[in-house]
């Protein structure tokens, strides 16, 4: 008879928050603080907007050198939605990441009709954002690190590297980032348009923040993954 395997809960100060449960109450005896960051619109620059798709979807450093940031906040003035919450949605539509009883198409194509008009790409999900990565690292370093580890979504699988390689490097092939002093965690939901700096300092992430110029919000004790659905239905 085959006894079934079950994997052990992860480690908390290593993974991102579950979901439908307040993001500070997943990381309750952890960290302090939680930081949401958006991942930013890409706007190229000196490199063809027609690359962006994944079987000549360009490198790091192509993007970093020919494109710049454009945040949640431009967009907003640009496309005339109202908050965070529609423009999250909207994304979210876009990726079909939510139930149909909470997306919104209407903001899913306001969402391709302005990137198109503006020659914009839109936020990748899952991920961290390309135009962030080494920005992140170097502030990273600025708190006296020069070791991360880089684990795996399940907690299954990490690897400690020097910040400066993969400062270096092309790719980052996984998304949660933690100090071996298990103070700070960078962490991404595979579903989500956003990244989460964790800390059992909130002095730390204001210095990340102020470092990365980052665009965001601190949880609150009721916060979740999906914070704009949540609080679109309160309205």
């Known amino acids: 008879m085959k006894v079934e395997r079950v994997l052990p809960e992860p480690h908390r100060y290593a993974v991102c928050a579950c979901e439908d449960v307040s993001i500070k109450n997943f990381y309750k005896d952890v960290f302090n603080e939680v930081y949401i960051f958006f991942h930013p619109f890409?706007?190229?620059?000196?490199?063809?907007?027609?690359?962006?798709?994944?079987?000549?979807?360009?490198?790091?450093?192509?993007?970093?050198?020919?494109?710049?940031?454009?945040?949640?906040?431009?967009?907003?003035?640009?496309?005339?939605m109202k908050s965070y919450e529609e423009l999250d949605i909207g994304l979210r539509t876009r990726i079909l990441g939510l139930n149909k009883e909470y997306e919104n198409k209407e903001l899913k194509e306001m969402i391709n009709s302005v990137s198109k008009k503006e020659n914009l790409i839109p936020p990748t999900e899952g991920m961290l954002p390309e135009l962030l990565i080494n920005k992140l690292l170097g502030a990273i370093k600025k708190e006296k690190y020069d070791w991360i580890w880089v684990g795996d979504e399940f907690g299954t699988e990490r690897k400690l590297e020097y910040i400066d390689d993969l400062i270096d490097q092309d790719t980052l092939a996984r998304h949660n980032l933690f100090t071996h002093d298990n103070s700070?965690?960078?962490?991404?939901?595979?579903?989500?348009?956003?990244?989460?700096?964790c800390s059992d300092d909130k002095k730390k992430i204001d210095r990340i923040i102020k470092w990365c110029n980052l665009e965001g919000f601190y949880c609150d004790d009721h916060t979740e993954i999906y914070w704009s659905v949540r609080n679109s239905n309160k309205e």
């Open 42 to 80: 890409i706007k190229p620059l000196t490199i063809d907007s027609e690359l962006f798709y994944p079987e000549s979807y360009p490198d790091k450093f192509q993007i970093i050198n020919h494109c710049e940031i454009l945040t949640w906040k431009e967009f907003l003035a640009l496309s005339g």
């Open 184 to 197: 700070i965690l960078i962490t991404t939901h595979w579903d989500s348009h956003f990244s989460m700096i």
